[in-house]
Nanobody, 127 residues
Framework: VQLQASGGGLVQPGGSLRLSCAAS????????IGWFRQAPGKEREGVSC????????YYADSVQGRFTISRDYTKTTVYLQMNSLKPEDAAVYYC?????????????????????WGRGTQVTVSS
């Protein structure tokens, strides 16, 4: 099982993109879903998470107020709406499922709890 991220592309600073993460209904019902990103030469970092239980969300400080995570059960998809993009947001973005928790943790995303990594989607922010 893999979660497939899509929707990346080239955008100017200040622009917007919406990423999609194709999952399945049982995954959305049972596992929190996280978005991660990895820029060249940097560690992969957790960006956002949405809980399976109540849809509550977590955001990293670096994206708080600019990114919004949501889910659509009819399309079995989790979205990451990214607004006011900055050059430092450029990275490969991945989504994954937390097989240990249904609820996102307020302290952030613990990567080793996540699985079903798929191929990421490239986001480039440049003028």
């Amino acid at each position: 099982v893999q979660l497939q991220a899509s929707g990346g592309g080239l955008v100017q600073p200040g622009g917007s993109l919406r990423l999609s993460c194709a999952a399945s209904r049982f995954i959305l019902d049972d596992y929190a879903i996280g978005w991660f990103r990895q820029a060249p030469g940097k560690e992969r970092e957790g960006v956002s998470c949405i809980s399976a239980s109540d849809g509550s969300a977590y955001y990293a400080d670096s994206v708080q107020g600019r990114f919004t995570i949501s889910r659509d059960y009819t399309k079995t998809t989790v979205y990451l709406q990214m607004n006011s993009l900055k050059p430092e947001d450029a990275a490969v973005y991945y989504c994954a499922a937390n097989l240990m928790r249904r609820q996102c943790q307020p302290g952030g995303l613990v990567q080793h709890e996540f699985d079903y990594w798929g191929r990421g989607t490239q986001v480039t922010v440049s003028s």
